[in-house]
């Protein structure tokens, strides 16, 4: 069983900045693509970063400059560290984990940015 624990969100205001994190159940979390999404009130959920086992990365266009993915092995950990946030970044945020045909989720984190 894959378990997914996010924690870090809050309430910030805009410019600041965040480091969520997604602790990941299991001895073989080094060798998996992890993710971070995230969703909006009304809106379809949205990929927001991604880190391969080897460490290579991806972001949405959206967020390129201000986030950071990155990952830790040993703590069976994936950060996302958000800075220059903007009212738009406002949504719970959740850890990804694509398994075999089956995609693993936690439980999502909110992040509110708001003067």
């Known amino acids: 069983q894959v378990q997914l624990v996010e924690s870090g969100g809050g309430l910030v205001q805009p410019g600041g900045s965040l480091r969520l994190s997604c602790l990941a159940s299991?001895?073989?979390?080094?060798?998996?693509?992890m993710g971070w999404y995230r969703q909006a009130p009304e809106k379809q959920r949205e990929l927001v970063a991604r880190?391969?086992?080897?460490?290579?990365?991806n972001y949405a266009d959206f967020v390129k400059g201000r986030f950071t993915i990155s990952r830790d092995n040993a703590k069976n950990t994936v950060y996302l560290q958000m800075n220059s946030l903007k009212p738009e970044d406002t949504a719970v945020y959740y850890c990804?984990?694509?398994?075999?045909?089956?995609?693993?989720w936690g439980q999502g984190t909110q992040v509110t940015v708001s003067s």
């Open positions: 990804n984990v694509p398994i075999m045909l089956t995609d693993y």
């Open positions: 299991g001895s073989i979390f080094s060798i998996y693509t």
């Open positions: 880190i391969t086992s080897g460490g290579s990365t």
